[in-house]
């Protein structure tokens, strides 16, 4: 799997859109972006996945750069429930397996 | 329903001992996973099974031996627990390898003391 960077933290005011950058500069043509984030003592879950076009979901959005070399998640309206460790995934989908790097860790503030 | 339930959520458990950690899924998946999460914060990857069978064993100790009676269960046992076992283990189901995400299990907080 294509290593991914992320930014350690980053802090978005309630309300406003959350953007969080990633970096997979080494991501092949069959790799996938993925996104999960794990808030607070809980199992890490599932927010979005794309290939080449952006996407979007009722939870966030995804835009993927025409080289596919970064890509950014797109919450529009962040909510204190938001705060969390989001991680950026680069895998392919016959590995069998997902990697996660260190994440950034997002503080939604009032 | 929780789609993917482990047991116990928390473990507390001397050095030396034999413990296991249950996990099951209700959502038909073919593949299940075990993460260990550490003090860092950082989730790798321990196995990988696909109907029953192991897949991915990312080099784990062989003290550390996961079992899949059917596709809805896998379970980990641990044989002579050690200070370093300690961290949180994240079991987890996908509909792998053409699926997408994966649904994890609220994690067991095992402590070896």
């Known amino acids: 799997d294509a290593k991914t960077t992320q930014p350690t933290s980053m802090d978005c005011a309630e309300g406003r859109a959350a953007n969080l950058p990633c970096n997979h500069s080494?991501?092949?043509?069959?790799?996938?972006v993925y996104w999960y984030r794990q808030i607070h003592s809980q199992g890490p879950q599932y927010i979005i996945h794309?290939?080449?076009n952006n996407e979007t979901n009722e939870m966030a959005s995804l835009i993927i750069t025409e080289d596919r070399k970064s890509s950014t998640l797109i919450l529009p309206h962040a909510t204190l429930r938001d705060t969390a460790v989001y991680y950026c995934?680069?895998?392919?989908?016959?590995?069998?397996?997902?990697?996660f790097g260190d994440g950034t860790t997002l503080t939604v503030k009032p | 329903d929780t789609a993917v339930s482990q047991t116990p959520k928390y473990l507390v458990t001397q050095m030396g001992n034999d413990k296991s950690i249950k996990c099951e899924q209700n959502l038909g998946h073919d593949t299940m996973y075990w993460y260990k999460q550490d003090s860092k914060k950082f989730l790798k990857i321990m196995f990988s099974y696909n109907n029953k069978e192991l897949i991915i064993n990312e080099t784990v100790p062989n003290r550390f031996s996961p079992k899949s009676p059917d596709k809805a269960h896998l379970n980990l046992h641990i044989n002579s627990l050690e200070l370093g076992d300690s961290a949180v283990y994240f079991c987890a189901s996908s509909q792998e390898p053409v699926g997408a995400e994966a649904f994890f299990g609220q994690g067991t907080r095992l402590t070896v003391v």
């Open positions: 794309g290939l080449k």
């Open positions: 995934i680069v895998r392919d989908t016959n590995a069998g397996k997902s990697t």
């Open positions: 080494t991501i092949s043509g069959n790799e996938y």
